[in-house]
């Protein structure tokens, strides 16, 4: 009695990850519209001042978002950064907030951020470019206590 309930529960999540899936292929249509510079050229508003890009009402990818509000060349500098957030990872080079900027690619890819996520991951950006910019000698180290590189003890002893 609960097995047929439970598969079709399966079959309807099934359909609507499929036509999800498909609805998101179709947002590359997209492509051809952006601008280098600025809003994309489907783009639309309406009496409300809601925001449409060709035929669709909603686009469920920031990266495809991005290209369509600011310009392909913004769209390209925003993948060369995550690029290189990635290649730090793999040679282990990384620091957490360009570990935890990486591990978003995914919703990048497949949600527009929205609400106050979108400041959050720009939050995020930032630490990592601080961090990874950040040179050896200003580091905290291990006990939480700054120092240069290379510094003699005795003169950090001298200070206190």
């Given at each position: 009695?609960?097995?047929?309930?439970?598969?079709?529960?399966?079959?309807?999540?099934?359909?609507?990850?499929?036509d999800s899936a498909?609805?998101?292929g179709?947002l590359?249509?997209?492509f051809?519209?952006?601008?280098?510079?600025?809003?994309?050229?489907?783009?639309?508003k309406?009496s409300?001042?809601?925001?449409?890009?060709?035929?669709?009402?909603?686009?469920?990818?920031?990266?495809?978002l991005?290209g369509?509000?600011n310009?392909?060349?913004?769209?390209?500098?925003?993948v060369?950064?995550?690029?290189?957030?990635?290649?730090?990872?793999?040679?282990?080079?990384?620091?957490a907030?360009?570990?935890?900027?990486?591990?978003q690619?995914?919703?990048?890819?497949t949600?527009?951020l929205?609400?106050?996520?979108?400041?959050?991951?720009?939050?995020?950006?930032?630490?990592?470019?601080?961090?990874?910019l950040?040179?050896?000698?200003?580091?905290?180290?291990?006990?939480?206590?700054?120092?240069?590189?290379?510094?003699p003890?005795?003169?950090?002893?001298q200070?206190?």
């Open positions: 009695m609960l097995f047929p309930l439970v598969i079709a529960v399966f079959d309807e999540a099934g359909s609507e990850a499929t498909n609805y998101r179709d590359t249509q997209l051809g519209t952006m601008n280098p510079i600025g809003v994309a050229s489907s783009a639309e309406n409300a001042g809601t925001l449409y890009f060709g035929n669709f009402r909603s686009i469920d990818s920031q990266l495809i991005t369509l509000t310009g392909v060349i913004v769209l390209a500098a925003v060369a950064a995550l690029v290189f957030g990635i290649l730090l990872v793999l040679r282990g080079k990384a620091t907030a360009t570990v935890a900027l990486v591990a690619i995914p919703a990048f890819a949600v527009a929205i609400t106050q996520y979108s400041i959050f991951v720009w939050f995020v950006a930032g630490l990592a470019a601080t961090t990874q950040m040179p050896e000698a200003m580091k905290i180290g291990v006990i939480g206590i700054p120092r240069r590189v290379g510094e003890e005795s003169s950090a002893a200070l206190r």
